[in-house]
T-cell receptor
């Protein structure tokens, strides 16, 4: 299978919470990232978490990491139409090996 | 301030022709990365440059791909004898330092279409 996997599509209603899930295969991954890509724009780093953490919260964003299951999730509270974008999960080992592995991206659609 | 810029934004070329893609990183960023995003696929790492060190070419898909970084700043990705499977969006990113803790800032990408 792929190094980093995520579901391709997610649709939610405005005001609901969105949860985007990601799994990775390399247990030596040290840094886990979430990027957002809006139409016609480059990737924007939303947040990242170190592998020795299990949760990180930043305003409406909550990242949960289950290192045992190699599962990462991004929760967006009170989802807005402006949150519609493609969200990429990525993992890297750290050190000199900055070979970030990206998932294929989850397209989030927020319906009014 | 100015972000990472790439040119051209779109490139259509005939199979077998060579193409050059350009990336202007953020001033002062020592690390520069090239990725490829094919339709329905995740980003694929191609190559990175760190300062004046020799680039890590391990991700380049074939010997038709090469990259240069002149003066530690602007980078060009060259694809020789393009094939249809080279069609993708090519993304460039730069970061202040070379470690995963430094955020990579991405450019808008160059969409390459090989006909």
């Amino acid at each position: 299978g792929e190094d980093v996997e995520q579901s391709l599509f997610l649709s939610v209603r405005e005001g609901d919470s969105s949860v985007i899930n990601c799994t990775y295969t390399d247990s030596s991954s040290t840094y886990l990232y979430w990027y957002k890509q809006e139409p016609g724009a480059g990737l924007q780093l939303l947040t990242y978490i170190f592998s020795n953490m299990d949760m990180k919260q930043d305003q409406r964003l909550t990242v949960l990491l289950n290192k045992k299951d190699k599962h990462l999730s991004l929760r967006i509270a009170d989802t807005q139409t402006g949150d519609s974008a493609i969200y990429f999960c990525a993992a890297s080992k750290g050190g000199n090996n900055n070979d970030m592995r990206f998932g294929a991206g989850t397209r989030l659609t927020v319906k009014p | 301030g100015a972000g990472v810029s790439q040119s051209p934004s779109n490139k259509v070329t005939e199979k077998g022709k060579d193409v050059e893609l350009r990336c202007d990183p953020i001033s002062g960023h020592t690390a520069l990365y090239w990725y490829r995003q094919s339709l329905g696929q995740g980003l694929e790492f191609l190559i990175y440059f760190q300062g004046n060190s020799a680039p890590d070419k391990s991700g380049l898909p074939s010997d038709r791909f090469s990259a240069e970084r002149t003066g530690g700043s602007v980078s060009t990705l060259t694809i020789q004898r393009t094939q249809q499977e080279d069609s993708a969006v090519y993304l460039c990113a730069s970061s202040l330092g070379f470690s995963p803790g430094y955020e990579q800032y991405f450019g808008p990408g160059t969409r390459l279409t090989v006909t």
